[in-house]
């Protein structure tokens, strides 16, 4: 009932910038919280950066002051500045909305691969 699409990884080298997107589309009614969550190889999911529908946010430690989470409509951003080689991680956006039929879901988009080479 939701799909995600995402954009916008690739390969940086440290210091560099990258601009993630992640577009929610389907049979959405309201959307209440857009993250981003990355994973690196041997290592669990993690949070990096939440934006709910009032605009608040919330960023990891170790992202905070380096990356800028934000929405328009039904598009989730992630802005990533000075990038780190121990950024490397496939990153997942996650939608949580109110779908037609009344029902709350979560969903979880491809994955897209960040590489930051030193």
């Known amino acids: 009932q939701m799909q995600l699409e995402e954009s916008g990884g690739g390969l940086v080298q440290a210091g560099g910038s990258l601009r993630l997107s992640c577009a929610a589309s389907g049979n959405i009614v309201s959307i209440n919280n857009m993250a981003w969550y990355r994973q690196a190889p041997g290592k669990e999911r993690e949070l990096v950066a939440l934006?709910?529908?009032?605009?608040n946010t919330n960023y990891g430690d170790s992202v905070k002051g380096r990356f800028t989470i934000s929405r328009a409509k039904n598009t989730v951003y992630l802005q990533m500045n000075s990038l780190k080689p121990e950024d490397t991680a496939v990153y997942y956006c996650?939608?949580?909305?109110?779908?037609?039929?009344?029902?709350?879901?979560?969903?979880w988009g491809q994955g897209t691969q960040v590489t930051v080479s030193s």
């Open positions: 996650a939608v949580l909305a109110k779908v037609v039929g009344g029902n709350y879901r979560k969903d």
């Open positions: 934006i709910d529908g009032g605009g």
